[in-house]
C-alpha cells in the first residue's frame, strides 16, 4: 500500500508541467473561439441588416406597382368607354358607306374581270393600282383611290371607241420579245404589220397570233378608205386560234395513215381506169353513130366489124350468120366490159379498207388510253382521227367508183344493145332476101 502511494506521487508529480500546458492552450483556443464568433456574429448582423432594406425597398415597389395598377386599370376602363363612345359615333357618322364600301369592292371585281387582256387596258397603270388597292382593302377606299377608279372607267370607255397607235412589247413566234408600236381597234383587238395580236394583261405584253388568210393588219386598215368596212375578230383572238388550228384537207389526209394513202391510191387507180374507159367508150358511141349514117362503107368501129362479118359471107346460112354476129357483138361487149370488173372491186375495197382504218385507230386509242388514261383527249386524237378520217376516205373513194361503174355499165350495156338490135335487123334481113339478091342494110 505504501508501495502504491509512492508510485502515484511520483506519477502525479511528473504530469503536472503537462497538464498546466494543456490548459493554458485550451484557454488560448476558447479566447480565439470567441473572438471568431463575435466577427461571424457582426456579418450575420450586417446581412441581417441588408435584407431588412431589401425588403423594405421590395415592399416600396409593390405599393408603387400596386399604385401603377390601379392608375392603368383606371386608365383602361376610361379608355374602353372612350373607344366605345368613338366606335359609336362612328356607326353614326358613316351611316351606309359600309354597303357603299361592299358595291364598290364588288364592282371593282367586276371591271378587273372584264378588263383581263382587254386591250382598251393598256398603258392604264393608274387603274391597276387603284383596283388593286380596292380588291385588297380592308377598310374604306381612300378619296384618290376612288377618283383614279372612275377616271380610269371613263378613260377606258374612251380609248374603246378609237383606233389609236400604242407602243408595247411584242412576242413573235419564235418567242423574241422587242417594243412595237402596235393598232388599238378600240376594245376588240390589237394589229401590227403582220396580223392580229393577243394582249396578255399579266405579263403586260402582246403575243403575235396565227396568220389567217384575209386577217386585217396595220397596212390594209391605214389603206381602207373611210366608211368602208372591215372584217374583224369580235373576240380577241379566239377565233383566228381556231382558224389556225383548224386541220387543212392536206393535215385530214394525213391524220389517215398508211390505210388513208392506200384508199387515196385506189380512188386515183379507180379513177383511172373510169376515166379511160368512158373516153374509149364515148369514142365508140361517136363511131357508131356516125357509122349508121353510112352503114354500105363499114370502117373499123364496133358498128363496122358487125357489119363487114356480115358483108365478108353473104352467102352463108341463117345459123352460121347469127353465130357469127353473136360472136362479133360478144367481141365487142368484152372489149366494152374492159376494167369495169376492176372498178367494182375497188370501189367494194374501198370502204373495208376504211373499216380498217377505223378499227386500226380504236386500237391505238385504247392503248393510249391504257398508257395514259383518258384526262387528255389530245393524246388519244391521233387514234380517233384515224378512226374518223379511213372511214369518210372509204366511203369518199367508194361512192364515185361506184357511181362511175353503174354509167360506165349502162353505157356499155345501151353499147351492146345498139349492136344487138343491128345483129338482129342483119339477120332478118338475111332471111327475108334471097340467096341471089345483094342485101341492102338498112340501120336508121
Given at each position: 500500500?505504501?508501495?502504491?502511494?509512492?508510485?502515484?506521487?511520483?506519477?502525479?508529480?511528473?504530469?503536472?508541467?503537462?497538464?498546466?500546458d494543456l490548459v493554458?492552450?485550451?484557454?488560448?483556443?476558447?479566447?480565439?473561439?470567441?473572438?471568431?464568433?463575435?466577427?461571424?456574429?457582426?456579418?450575420?448582423?450586417?446581412?441581417?441588416?441588408?435584407?431588412?432594406?431589401?425588403?423594405?425597398?421590395?415592399?416600396?415597389?409593390?405599393?408603387?406597382?400596386?399604385?401603377?395598377?390601379?392608375?392603368?386599370?383606371?386608365?383602361?376602363?376610361?379608355?374602353?368607354?372612350?373607344?366605345?363612345?368613338?366606335?359609336?359615333?362612328?356607326?353614326?357618322?358613316?351611316?351606309?358607306?359600309?354597303?357603299?364600301?361592299?358595291?364598290?369592292?364588288?364592282?371593282?371585281?367586276?371591271?378587273?374581270?372584264?378588263?383581263?387582256?382587254?386591250?382598251?387596258?393598256?398603258?392604264?397603270?393608274?387603274?391597276?393600282?387603284?383596283?388593286?388597292?380596292?380588291?385588297?382593302?380592308?377598310?374604306?377606299?381612300?378619296?384618290?383611290?376612288?377618283?383614279?377608279?372612275?377616271?380610269?372607267?371613263?378613260?377606258?370607255?374612251?380609248?374603246?371607241?378609237?383606233?389609236?397607235?400604242?407602243?408595247?412589247?411584242?412576242?413573235?413566234?419564235?418567242?423574241?420579245?422587242?417594243?412595237?408600236?402596235?393598232?388599238?381597234?378600240?376594245?376588240?383587238?390589237?394589229?401590227?404589220?403582220?396580223?392580229?395580236?393577243?394582249?396578255?394583261?399579266?405579263?403586260?405584253?402582246?403575243?403575235?397570233?396565227?396568220?389567217?388568210?384575209?386577217?386585217?393588219?396595220?397596212?390594209?386598215?391605214?389603206?381602207?378608205?373611210?366608211?368602208?368596212?372591215?372584217?374583224?375578230?369580235?373576240?380577241?383572238?379566239?377565233?383566228?386560234?381556231?382558224?389556225?388550228?383548224?386541220?387543212?384537207?392536206?393535215?385530214?389526209?394525213?391524220?389517215?395513215?398508211?390505210?388513208?394513202?392506200?384508199?387515196?391510191?385506189?380512188?386515183?387507180?379507180?379513177?383511172?381506169?373510169?376515166?379511160?374507159?368512158?373516153?374509149?367508150?364515148?369514142?365508140?358511141?361517136?363511131?357508131?353513130?356516125?357509122?349508121?349514117?353510112?352503114?354500105?362503107?363499114?370502117?373499123?368501129?364496133?358498128?363496122?366489124?358487125?357489119?363487114?362479118?356480115?358483108?365478108?359471107?353473104?352467102?352463108?346460112?341463117?345459123?352460121?350468120?347469127?353465130l357469127r354476129l353473136?360472136?362479133?357483138?360478144?367481141?365487142?361487149?368484152?372489149?366494152?366490159?374492159?376494167?369495169?370488173?376492176?372498178?367494182?372491186?375497188?370501189?367494194?375495197?374501198?370502204?373495208?379498207?376504211?373499216?380498217?382504218?377505223?378499227?386500226?385507230?380504236?386500237?391505238?386509242?385504247?392503248?393510249?388510253?391504257?398508257?395514259?388514261?383518258?384526262?387528255?383527249?389530245?393524246?388519244?386524237?391521233?387514234?380517233?382521227?384515224?378512226?374518223?378520217?379511213?372511214?369518210?376516205?372509204?366511203l369518199v373513194a367508194?361512192?364515185?367508183?361506184?357511181?362511175?361503174?353503174?354509167?360506165?355499165?349502162?353505157?356499155?350495156?345501151?353499147?351492146?344493145?345498139?349492136?344487138?338490135?343491128?345483129?338482129?335487123?342483119?339477120?332478118?334481113?338475111?332471111?327475108?332476101?334471097?340467096?341471089?339478091?345483094?342485101?341492102?342494110?338498112?340501120?336508121?
Open positions: 500500500m505504501k508501495r502504491f502511494s509512492v508510485f502515484a506521487l511520483s506519477a502525479m508529480l511528473l504530469s503536472a508541467p503537462v497538464t498546466a493554458s492552450e485550451t484557454k488560448t483556443a476558447q479566447a480565439e473561439s470567441q473572438q471568431h464568433n463575435v466577427v461571424r456574429e457582426s456579418g450575420f448582423s450586417a446581412t441581417e441588416r441588408t435584407f431588412k432594406a431589401k425588403l423594405a425597398e421590395l415592399k416600396a415597389q409593390q405599393v408603387a406597382l400596386e399604385t401603377e395598377t390601379e392608375q392603368l386599370s383606371a386608365a383602361f376602363s376610361s379608355n374602353e368607354e372612350t373607344l366605345a363612345a368613338l366606335e359609336e359615333t362612328l356607326r353614326l357618322e358613316t351611316g351606309s358607306l359600309g354597303e357603299v364600301f361592299g358595291v364598290v369592292r364588288q364592282t371593282g371585281r367586276e371591271v378587273n374581270a372584264e378588263r383581263y387582256n382587254a386591250p382598251a387596258t393598256i398603258n392604264q397603270n393608274g387603274m391597276d393600282n387603284a383596283l388593286h388597292a380596292i380588291s385588297d382593302a380592308k377598310s374604306l377606299p381612300s378619296l384618290p383611290t376612288l377618283t383614279a377608279f372612275w377616271k380610269g372607267m371613263l378613260q377606258e370607255l374612251k380609248n374603246s371607241g378609237e383606233i389609236g397607235s400604242e407602243t408595247v412589247n411584242v412576242r413573235d413566234s419564235s418567242g423574241v420579245v422587242t417594243p412595237q408600236e402596235v393598232l388599238r381597234l378600240g376594245n376588240i383587238g390589237l394589229v401590227n404589220n403582220d396580223g392580229y395580236l393577243e394582249w396578255d394583261s399579266t405579263r403586260q405584253q402582246a403575243n403575235e397570233l396565227p396568220v389567217v388568210d384575209g386577217g386585217l393588219n396595220s397596212a390594209s386598215i391605214s389603206s381602207l378608205p373611210t366608211g368602208d368596212l372591215a372584217l374583224m375578230d369580235p373576240t380577241r383572238g379566239t377565233i383566228v386560234k381556231q382558224l389556225a388550228n383548224t386541220p387543212s384537207l392536206v393535215d385530214r389526209f394525213e391524220q389517215g395513215g398508211v390505210v388513208g394513202k392506200i384508199i387515196a391510191a385506189l380512188l386515183a387507180v379507180g379513177l383511172i381506169i373510169a376515166l379511160v374507159r368512158g373516153f374509149s367508150m364515148f369514142r365508140a358511141r361517136l363511131a357508131i353513130a356516125k357509122q349508121i349514117k353510112t352503114p354500105m362503107q363499114p370502117g373499123n368501129n364496133p358498128l363496122g366489124r358487125i357489119l363487114n362479118v356480115y358483108r365478108n359471107e353473104p352467102d352463108r346460112s341463117l345459123d352460121t350468120l347469127e353473136m360472136e362479133a357483138i360478144m367481141d365487142e361487149q368484152q372489149h366494152f366490159e374492159k376494167g369495169l370488173s376492176m372498178l367494182k372491186l375497188l370501189a367494194a375495197l374501198a370502204p373495208m379498207l376504211g373499216l380498217l382504218g377505223t378499227v386500226t385507230g380504236m386500237i391505238e386509242t385504247f392503248q393510249v388510253i391504257t398508257q395514259y388514261g383518258n384526262g387528255d383527249p389530245t393524246i388519244m386524237a391521233g387514234g380517233i382521227s384515224m378512226a374518223l378520217v379511213t372511214t369518210v376516205l372509204g367508194a361512192i364515185p367508183l361506184l357511181l362511175a361503174h353503174n354509167i360506165l355499165s349502162t353505157q356499155a350495156d345501151t353499147l351492146r344493145g345498139t349492136l344487138e338490135k343491128v345483129g338482129v335487123s342483119l339477120v332478118a334481113e338475111q332471111s327475108e332476101a334471097s340467096n341471089t339478091v345483094q342485101p341492102i342494110v338498112k340501120l336508121a
